[in-house]
C-alpha cells in the first residue's frame, strides 16, 4: 500500500509569506501528526489530528495552524514567515491514538529567505 | 513537562555491537519507541516498549527499565548501512496520548 506523501518536497519562501504543506496518510490511517525537524533540536511536536479534529498541540505559535478533511488527508499552515521557521516539516500517520508505529512522511524542506 | 536525554554521537566499528541509552522524565508514561532516520530520508519505526525488558527484532532490540526510567536500543552485527540517527520516543498521557522525540544520536559504523 502506499506510503504517506508529503508534498512539495521542496519550498522556498521569503520572510512574511505564508506556506500550506499537505500530507496524504496511509490508507485507513485516521490520525495525521507534524513535526518540524530542524539541525540539532530533533522533532518538535506541532499538533496532531484525529477524525477532522486537533486533539494535540505542541507549543508553536498561533501563525502555525493545520486542519484535516474527512479523507483524512491533513494540511498545515504557516502565516508571516520567518526565517526561523525553515526546517523539515514532517508529517506522520497512524492508525488510532499513541505511538505504536508512525509512518513518517518523507518531509516536505521549507527555507525561508 | 517532558524530558529525554540521549547521546549525541556514538561511534562503532563494523560487524561489533553498539547501545544507544536514553533517558527520559515525564509523567503518565505508556511507552518508548525508537526510530532510525538515514541522512535525507524520512523517520523509520523501529520498536515499542510498553513493559519492562528485552523486545528483540533480528539485529535490533530495544530495553526498557520503567522504574529507572530508562531504555536502550542495542544493534549487533553492525553494518555500514546501520550509520544513521536514532531517536528514543516517549508516548504519555496529556489528555490524549502524547509523543515526545528526543534529539537524537548519530550513529557512525565504521570499517
Known amino acids: 500500500k502506499a506510503g504517506v506523501t508529503q508534498t512539495p518536497r521542496y519550498l522556498i519562501k521569503t520572510r512574511g509569506q505564508q506556506v500550506t504543506l499537505s500530507c496524504s496518510p496511509i490508507?485507513?490511517?485516521?490520525?495525521v501528526s507534524w513535526y518540524q525537524q530542524t539541525p540539532g533540536q530533533g522533532l518538535q511536536f506541532l499538533f496532531e489530528?484525529?477524525?477532522?479534529?486537533?486533539?494535540n498541540k505542541g507549543n508553536f505559535p498561533g501563525r502555525f495552524s493545520g486542519r484535516q478533511f474527512s479523507n483524512s488527508r491533513s494540511e498545515m499552515n504557516v502565516s508571516t514567515l520567518e526565517l526561523g521557521d525553515s526546517a523539515l516539516y514532517l508529517c506522520a500517520s497512524t492508525l488510532g491514538t499513541g505511538n505504536y508505529g508512525y509512518t513518517f512522511g518523507s518531509g516536505t524542506r521549507l527555507t525561508v529567505v | 513537562g517532558q524530558s529525554l536525554e540521549q547521546p549525541s554521537e556514538v561511534t562503532a566499528v563494523e560487524g561489533a555491537i553498539v547501545q544507544i541509552n536514553c533517558t527520559y522524565q515525564?509523567?503518565?508514561?505508556?511507552?518508548l519507541s525508537w526510530y532510525q532516520q538515514h541522512d535525507g530520508g524520512a523517520p523509520t519505526f523501529l520498536s515499542y516498549n510498553a513493559l519492562d525488558g528485552l523486545e528483540e527484532t533480528g539485529r535490533f532490540s530495544s530495553f526498557l527499565s520503567r522504574s529507572d526510567s530508562y531504555g536502550y536500543l542495542l544493534l549487533q552485527e553492525l553494518q555500514m548501512k546501520d550509520s544513521a540517527s536514532y531517536f528514543c520516543?516517549?508516548?504519555?498521557?496529556?489528555?490524549?496520548?502524547?509523543?515526545?522525540f528526543g534529539t537524537g544520536t548519530k550513529l557512525q559504523v565504521i570499517p
Open positions: 489530528y484525529f477524525s477532522e479534529t486537533q486533539r
Open positions: 490508507s485507513g490511517h485516521r490520525s
Open positions: 515525564t509523567s503518565g508514561f505508556y511507552g
Open positions: 520516543a516517549v508516548t504519555f498521557s496529556g489528555g490524549y496520548q502524547k509523543v515526545t
